[in-house]
């Protein structure tokens, strides 16, 4: 077993160091400057735990933190207003309701503005989404069989997802779509439809 004498010296903390574990992470995963934060913040502090690192005072610790997400923007590396707009709209296919959107892009730590300008920018309507879902779901009108005897639970469904009731109970009780029309071509995650994406 190696004499205490032999171990490692904890590892000093500075700017590099800080440069590189966000570059590591920023070239794996999409991330907002507030994510990038807390995860850098979580790692040091683990270190730290661990005797990994050297004690650092936590003020300089948080500025070094700063100066390396302000970099990581100035290059492009994060692009907050770009990563809440691709994540609204990938909720917005999904068939999440505006409320939800917004929740999950707040708890990212996007700012009030940015989020709706997010999803403003889906150009897509809750009413537009609630239908998206049923359908991917088979919910209400998309149902094979037993729509009746399933109409309150679909209702529960789409409201779970974040929809009002009346918009709910509206489209579970819409009429059966037409198998002619573009809301049938089978637009399963809100992209192309099926028949024009297998060409």
Known sequence: MPSQSNAKPPRRINQALINEMAKRYL??????????ENLLARKIARGLRAGWYAEVDPDVLR????????????IGLIDDKGYAERRAATLSRRGKSASRIALDLRSRGLDADLTHAAIDETE??????ARHLAQRKRLGPWRMA???????????????????LGLAKNVIDAPMPDP????????RDGGEPLMKRRL
């Open 180 to 187: 002619d029309s573009d809301s049938c071509s089978a637009r």
């Open 146 to 164: 037993a729509r009746a005897e399933n109409r309150d639970k679909d209702i529960v469904r789409l409201c779970r997802a974040g929809f009002s």
């Open 27 to 36: 070239e794996r995963y999409e991330a907002n400057a507030r994510r990038v």
């Open 63 to 74: 500025a070094m933190i700063a100066t390396t997400v302000a970099t990581a923007e100035r």
């Open 124 to 129: 897509t309507t809750d009413a537009e989404r």
